[in-house]
């Protein structure tokens, strides 16, 4: 007998969108068959899913769990942890997400990867990654084990080319080292995870405005600006063009230029994939003038209605593969604590709506297939990470993580209902559906607005990234 039955939805399987059942048996989906083709006690539990849309779970490549946080008065405190950020991403039909684990001066990689295990090991409802991040200079030492690691199932590697703020002196990765890195990583298989901004041009601005007196945080956009994003994505493709089988995913595109970038290198046949926010998508700078625009900023900076328009378009010409949140889960008063430019905490507390809003603004406002939605919140995360067709998948043989929306659903956001935090960036916006189910590898972990889940539900899992991904743009 089958574990569960998922009658009569429509499904969106890697073929397209058909009204369909969904057979799980154990933690696999065992298959996708023509309505009532199984008996009605064919399983020992039975959704009934008729006019509503079953989608693969949502993956949110970019999150920040128990992240450290400096504070204006030069504390630093943390944000919540997978137990609160894992729960609230199930609620919002996310099953997976990809966090980071970062590399110090001292450490080696396998150390850095085990400190970061401390915080997440049986502590997430939900399935989960890390990104290895790298900073500051790296020793020849520390090249010469990448290798192992992405044989060990970590096959991405977060770099920046900032230190972002004046404050965070030693994230920034040097050119010479990146070489060094993209040529271990390339040769092993992996994948460039990376946040590109001019340090020259960005500590320029700071240093600008500042002499100007003009130290709010309304300003940010002309720090963290459209010039920057374009030098600097410009000046890492190239770099990672004259590196053998290098293949990068530029994180959190916030920019045209950026989106340009992209798009040229892809015409070229280099394999670059684009990530950007749901708030880049649907905020621009104008929003850090509403009362707490803190809430709306993370790092880059939001930018103009011209940037937010070549967002859309590049998720439709490929530039964009993959909306995720850079989740930073936190409360309204650590948000809003900075207010100058150089002590605006950034992030932003997301991964719940995420699937929600995205719907809406896709499906529902701008005529998007559900398919092309599906492969932008989930799909393409999976091909991309490592995860695919084990994840991100409504076909047999996938993992059983399956999100069950309702478009019947009419409502604003609102913080009290959302899992997260004391605030929401999202409060108020009208959504055209939301999640009513969501199962982790065959097991319902919400419904109806109940949880189900725990701590001992998420595990870990290992990636590698397929040769068709990093020959080409495949994605």
């Known amino acids: 007998m089958l574990d569960l039955l998922i009658r009569g939805g429509t499904v969106v399987t890697p073929s397209g969108a058909v009204v369909a059942d969904v057979a799980v048996a154990g933690e696999k989906i065992a298959a996708v068959t023509a309505p009532d083709a199984l008996g009605p006690d064919a399983a020992a539990r039975t959704i009934d899913a008729s006019g509503k849309l079953v989608i693969p779970g949502g993956i949110d490549p970019h999150v920040h769990c128990q992240w450290p946080m400096p504070m204006p008065d030069g504390s630093t405190g943390y944000t919540a942890g997978p ?9 919002g039909g996310t099953t997976t997400m990809v966090d980071f684990a970062v590399w110090s001066p001292g450490l080696s990689i396998r150390e850095a990867i085990e400190r970061r295990d401390e915080d997440w090991a049986g502590k997430c409802c939900c399935d989960y990654a890390y990104h290895v991040m790298l900073q500051g200079e790296i020793p020849a030492e520390v090249v010469a084990q990448i290798p192992e690691m992405v044989q060990s199932g970590y096959p991405t590697i977060k770099i920046f080319t900032t230190d972002i703020t004046p404050s965070r002196k030693g994230r920034m990765v040097r050119f010479g080292d990146i070489w060094e890195v993209f040529k271990a990583l390339a040769a092993a298989g992996g994948l460039g995870v990376i946040h590109a901004e001019d340090n020259d041009i960005v500590m320029h601005m700071y240093a600008k405005l500042i002499a100007e ?8 956009a ?113 948000k809003t604590v ?26 529902g406002r701008r005529g998007y297939s559900v398919e092309k939605f599906v492969d932008l919140v989930s799909t393409n995360a999976a091909k991309l990470m490592g995860l695919y067709p084990r994840k991100g998948a409504i076909a047999a043989g996938s993992d059983a993580d399956i999100a069950i929306l309702d ?20 409060e108020g916006w009208d959504v055209h559906a939301w999640p009513v189910a969501t199962v982790l590898r065959g097991k319902v972990v919400v419904e109806d607005g109940r949880f189900m889940g725990g701590p001992a539900d998420g595990r870990w899992q290992e990636r590698r990234i397929a040769e068709a991904v990093r020959v080409r743009p495949s994605v």
């Open 83 to 91: 137990e609160q950020v894992g729960r609230a991403a199930l609620f």
């Open 213 to 220: 007196g003009r130290v709010g945080f309304e300003n940010m």
């Open 222 to 334: 002309e720090v963290h600006n459209t010039l920057s994003e374009d030098l600097s994505f410009r000046r890492i493709i190239r770099l990672a063009e004259s590196v053998p089988g290098m293949a990068l995913y530029m994180m959190h595109v916030s920019a045209g230029t950026g989106v340009a970038a992209i798009r040229d290198a892809r015409a070229r046949g280099f394999p670059i994939y684009g990530e950007t926010l749901h708030q880049y998508m649907l905020y621009t700078s104008d929003d850090y003038k509403r009362p707490n625009g803190q809430i709306y900023h993370t790092y880059p900076s939001l930018k103009s209605r011209a940037d937010q328009q070549a967002l859309w378009d590049g998720t439709l010409n490929g530039a964009i593969s993959a909306v995720a949140t850079d989740e930073l889960c936190c409360s309204l008063a650590t």
């Open 338 to 363: 900075g207010k100058r430019i150089d002590d605006t905490t950034g992030g932003n507390a997301g991964v719940e709506p995420r699937i929600a809003v995205m719907y809406t603004e896709m499906v």
């Open 407 to 426: 478009p019947a659903v009419r409502k604003k956001v609102r913080k009290e209902e959302l899992h997260e935090s004391d605030y929401s960036p999202w």
